[in-house]
């Protein structure tokens, strides 16, 4: 019988899913359907696409359907089995925003993991929850359905000690408040295929830039992360659509005095109305900045891409030079305006851009002569949690 796996993305109001179906000779992963179901209590909507991104179904629920993650994913277990009538899910592989301290690769989930998750709550109150309310509800719907947890923070627990402490008293680092790091998953994959492209980049100094809504940079040596510009939470590093990134600690201070803020209205603050789209006053999409003739707009970008130079300056300080930038995720990917900036703000360091080769479709976008190359690589975090999870349960 065929044999498939599903990956699961749960944030607070929406579940995204992707399914790979299982070659049974090679093993190998194939991308199938992938859908979502957002407004999760709300107005509740779900889609699903085939890979061609070709809509199969989209339909609305009512919130009497759709109240919470373990109706959403009835819904999606009922196409699921309609879908893949004549196949067996092998498991469900979630991507897990905290694995904490101890977490450093995916795992299968028993009651211990669940509950180690559990305690990390408070470090991620955000997005753990919510990923974890996923994987109760599939324990609920299919008890005996092996469950991965994937996570952001894994691919980090590389970094060296130094690299991972604030200069806060020690009892706040042994109780957890440390640099943790996220889009591990995104890093990890693009750690992976590098060596395909260019087989000395296995063990080159390389710093990966992930600019998507959320954006950081990774600086990577011998396939490993050393150092990282998220830091306790998603919020710290570059600045994202709607999050701030670094940011002097003195100016919540003087918000908390002089604004009565409290920790409400900073978390709104710094992660929903600040980045792009707090300096824009326009829009968090880098797109619609890019296309805009206000000052506001050129300024937002100015910042991204300023602020991104000085990170790839000091992340290649902590690499003691820097052999390879990559670029990948949504504005990394797709935006060779954006990426043009960077380079030319990180020629310093050796990189020569082909701007002729930026514009088109290839992965090398630097001067065969120049001694930083340049690349573009498209991440894909589900396809890095459906190899773990096929790993782990095979
Ligand atoms: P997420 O962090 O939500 O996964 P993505 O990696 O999908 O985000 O990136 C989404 C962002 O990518 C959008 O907000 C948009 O700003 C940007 N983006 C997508 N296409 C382009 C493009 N052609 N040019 C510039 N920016 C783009």
Known sequence: MNKFLLVINAGSSSIKFATYHKEALSNQLIADASGQIEGIGNQPDFTVMNPNDDILVTRKFSVDEVHDHTSAISIIRVWLLDYFADCTLLAVGHRVVHGGQYYSAPVLIDA???????????????????????????QEIM?????????????????PDVAQRFALPRRYFDEGVRHYGFHGLSYEYITLVLPTLEPLLASARIIVAHLGNGAS??????????????????LDGLVMGTRCG???????????????????????????QSGLL??????????VLLASDNQNAKE????????IGREIGSLAAA????????????IGERSSVIRAKICHQVKWLGLDLDESANETDVRRI?????KVSAWVVATDENLMIAQHTLRIVI
Request: hydrophobic share 45%; proline share 6%; net charge neutral.
């Open 217 to 234: 940079l990774c600086a990577i040596h011998n396939g490993r992360s050393i150092a990282t510009t998220m830091g306790f939470t998603p």
């Open 246 to 272: 670094s940011i002097d600690p003195g100016v919540l201070l003087y918000l908390m005095n002089q604004h009565n803020m409290d920790v409400q209205a900073l978390e709104k603050l710094l992660y929903h």
């Open 278 to 287: 707090g300096i824009s006053g326009i829009s968090y999409d880098m797109r």
């Open 366 to 370: 630097s001067m065969l002569n120049s």
């Open 319 to 330: 690499l003691g030079g820097l052999d390879a930038l990559v670029f990948t995720a949504g």
């Open 112 to 138: 211990k993991v669940l509950k180690d998750l559990e305690a990390l709550i408070p470090l991620a109150p955000l997005h753990q929850p919510h990923n974890l309310a996923a994987i109760r509800a599939f």
């Open 300 to 307: 937002a970008i100015e910042l991204f891409v300023y602020r």
């Open 143 to 159: 008890p005996t359905l092996p469950q991965v947890a994937c996570f952001d923070t894994a691919f980090h627990r590389t970094q």
